[in-house]
């Protein structure tokens, strides 16, 4: 029987629960910690892609403000007219006439570097390395249900000596005595490979509970992470704010003063009655 016909023949048997008097070699340390791991990730991954949009996005705002900044406010006929006529108009812009263009640029670079190097670097690390981790998954489960099966094999091949020597108690019989030599030699050979599979499992599974255990420990980091995002996104703003300058709220601040007037609603002639 070759490997991988042993796993998947011990996958059923332990799924179907017909495993005998063999117990499963146990897996429930690993995989919940596998699972809770998984769990994490998931959540931890969804806000990796929205910090790296935010990240982009500022990025986009910052070139994207800073050219509305040195753009010309709109202006009124009577102002225009005066431009046309040769009279001297001073152009009025968004930003008014003392950017500090230079602190916008670095306010920006500020929090693009942090966010890159504090927080998605790391975060990436981590998902990177449980993609890692869980894809050795497989490759202990592989070896636990090849361990179980040989313990079958063995324990079957043990029942068969047993039975040899049960039948010799009652009296000599070349042909059972063969076949007894002949199985043991078969189960020593099977108790070997037993061994070094049970060896090779529990160095597998070792290894993986003990990266398990590192993600979890460093998934406590994620906290700082957040912490960083929030701070250094609040102080690269504060920092373009003061870049822009003070500037004095519009008075009273209130829309209303926005609200068009629908023309062709007003100036339309309304049907008489009848």
Same mark, same amino acid.
């Given at each position: 029987?070759?490997? !991988? ?11 179907? /629960? !017909? ?13 919940? &910690? ?19 949009? &935010?990240?982009?996005?500022?990025? $986009? ?12 406010? +709109?202006?009124?006929?009577? $102002? ?5 006529? /040769? ?8 930003? /008014? ?15 693009? =570097?942090?966010?890159?190097?504090? *927080?998605?670097? +790391? ?13 050795? *998954? ?13 313990? =079958?094999? *063995? ?18 019989? +070349?042909?059972?005595?063969?076949? &007894? $030599? ?16 049970? $060896?090779? !499992? ?17 998934? /406590?980091?994620?906290?700082?992470? &957040?912490?960083?995002? !929030? ?42 009655? +009848?």
């Amino acid at each position: 029987m070759n490997v !991988f016909t042993r796993r998947v023949k011990e996958k059923v048997r332990q799924s179907t /629960g !017909f495993t005998g008097s063999i117990e499963p070699t146990p897996n429930d340390e690993y995989m919940k &910690m596998v699972k809770s791991c998984g769990d994490f990730q998931t959540e931890l991954k969804k806000t990796y892609t929205k910090l790296s949009t &935010m990240k982009s996005a500022t990025d $986009e705002f910052a070139v994207h403000a800073k050219k509305l900044l040195h753009t010309a406010l +709109p202006q009124t006929y009577s $102002e225009s007219a005066a431009a046309s006529g /040769g009279a001297a108009q001073q152009i009025k812009y968004v930003g /008014g006439s003392k950017i500090d263009d230079e602190g916008l640029s670095a306010a920006n670079m500020a929090v693009s =570097h942090k966010l890159e190097s504090e *927080v998605l670097v +790391p975060i990436k690390k981590w998902l990177d390395s449980y993609d890692s981790v869980k894809s050795s *998954v497989k490759k202990v489960e592989d070896l636990r249900l090849e361990v179980d099966s040989r313990r =079958h094999t *063995v324990a079957d091949l043990s029942a068969q000596v047993d039975k040899y020597r049960a039948k010799l108690n009652k009296g000599p019989d +070349p042909k059972v005595e063969n076949n &007894m $030599e002949e199985t043991i030699k078969k189960l020593q050979h099977k108790e070997g490979k037993l061994t070094l599979t049970q $060896e090779r !499992f529990n160095e597998a599974s070792s290894v993986l509970k003990n990266n398990l255990e590192k993600l979890i420990t460093t998934a /406590g980091d994620t906290k700082y992470y &957040m912490s960083v995002a !929030f701070k250094e996104q609040a102080t690269a703003y504060d920092a373009a704010a003061k870049a822009i300058g003070d500037v004095d709220p519009p008075t009273p601040l209130d829309l209303s003063s926005l609200t068009i007037s629908d023309q062709d609603t007003e100036s339309s002639p309304q049907p008489e009655s +009848p």
